[in-house]
């Protein structure tokens, strides 16, 4: 395992950690962190040799980035606000934003 992977490994295991100690309180954050945690586990198969996983790296690169850190700033700033709080919310947020980055 080479650096980039185990880096990626790392950052995967912290978002799994905080998706489930704040899942409850903020389904919002959860899936935020989900969202990242997805495209670590897919980078890490993707450092570790397998080129196949190159383009799915990318694309779940991309949706974090578009998707996944508004929400994350969004729940961090307004914990109370309704994407934060309940799921189906957050889901359509990063289910528009991912779109719209996405496209």
Request: charged share 10%; net charge positive; with cysteine.
């Amino acid at each position: 395992m080479n650096a980039d992977a185990l880096s990626d490994a790392i950052l995967a295991a912290v978002c799994i950690y905080i998706a489930v100690r704040y899942g409850r309180e903020l389904p919002g954050l959860a899936l935020a962190v989900g969202l990242i945690a997805l495209a670590a586990i897919v980078g890490v198969a993707r450092f570790s040799g397998w080129d196949n996983f190159l383009g799915p790296h990318r694309f779940t690169s991309l949706l974090a980035a578009c998707a996944a850190f508004p929400l994350l700033a969004l729940v961090l700033r307004w914990p109370e606000a309704p994407s934060a709080t309940r799921l189906t919310a957050a889901g359509r947020f990063a289910l528009i934003a991912g779109g719209v980055g996405v496209a």
